[in-house]
């Protein structure tokens, strides 16, 4: 057994957990069905079952469907909108928890942050929300019912859970992965310029931090590295076409000054950039020399 599942046969077992069901049931709406706004003190848990309808929560609209699982939780204003081409069928749960804190740092559903969920490919947490409604409307002893409801609801709160932290996960890994390419990009079409860590921190509104630790585990690389690597690759391509002075082609590929560019290009080339540039020349007149019988 799991520190989770110990967690929660311990609460279960002292009954710190309390749980008010107000209602729970499989509903289907006719097309075009709508529910005006409207907010409770309990949280509420739709999971549609087939058809397609919209939410509304705090002014945001959500379309949903077969499989998808919509979170409100408690004061949140909401609205429900059917589709009005077809109908509509949901299972929902509306109830208040009172739960321990120690259970609300290992189950994320219990942290009623943010205010909402929209949730995807729920399928297993739909079952499970349906075979909860059922136990709630059949007609069983009291406490085997409530027996029943209690740990059909903690199961759903550690699928729910679940979800939740997946989509978080991928929420930051989409949201640092699209700021590492929009960096990238500036990062190409600017390197020539004076440009660093802490110069891009203050264009895109992040930390430098942020920037060295999401930077090298999205490429591989440190920032400054890729940086260099682009102005190194310029100062090559000068050095080949041009007869530009050493000073010139380090202020052209972003060098602040031609000590540092010939400091940084002994690093990576392993010789100095005169001695690049010889090196190469070498190479051209043996290329371009023709032999004759």
């Known amino acids: ?27 289907r709406f006719p097309s075009a069905y709508r529910f005006k706004d409207h907010n409770h003190k309990e949280i509420e848990i739709n999971c549609i079952k087939s058809g397609h309808c919209i939410m509304g929560v705090e002014g945001q609209y959500f379309p949903l469907k077969e499989g998808d699982c ?10 429900f909108i059917v589709d009005t081409r077809e109908k509509c069928s949901i299972a929902q749960l509306e109830f208040c ?28 947490a739909c079952c499970l929300l349906e075979s909860l409604c059922k136990i709630y409307r059949a007609k069983k002893e009291e406490e085997q019912k409530n027996i029943q409801l209690k740990l059909s609801i903690f199961q759903l709160f550690i699928e729910l859970s679940d979800k939740i932290t997946e989509k978080i996960q991928q929420q930051e890994s989409h949201s640092k992965a699209g700021k590492m390419a ?16 802490e110069k891009l921190a203050e264009q895109f509104g992040i930390s430098s931090r942020y920037i060295r630790k999401c930077f090298a585990e999205e490429t591989g690389i440190s920032c400054q590295h890729y940086i260099n690597t682009l102005r190194v690759e310029k100062a ?23 000590q540092y560019f ?13 001695e690049y540039r010889n090196l190469w020349q070498g190479s051209k007149a043996e290329e371009l020399c023709t032999i004759e019988a």
Request: hydrophobic letters at 40%.
């Open 97 to 124: 928890v009172q739960a321990p804190k120690t259970l609300e740092g290992i189950l994320s559903f219990l942290c009623q942050e943010p205010r909402y969920h929209k949730l995807s490919n729920c399928e297993m």
């Open 262 to 274: 010939c400091r940084v290009f002994q690093q990576y080339m392993e010789m100095s950039p005169l």
């Open 1 to 27: 057994m799991d520190n989770l599942e110990q967690s929660i046969m311990e609460i279960l077992a002292k009954g710190s957990c309390q749980i008010q069901i107000r209602n729970s049931g499989i509903f």
């Open 182 to 197: 929009d960096i990238i990009r500036y990062i190409n079409e600017n390197y020539e310029m004076d440009i660093n860590k």
């Open 70 to 79: 919509m979170v409100v939780y408690p004061g949140v204003p909401h609205c």
């Open 236 to 258: 090559k391509e000068l050095l080949w076409f041009t007869s530009n002075t050493v000073t010139e082609i380090a202020l052209k590929a972003g060098f602040n000054s031609a």
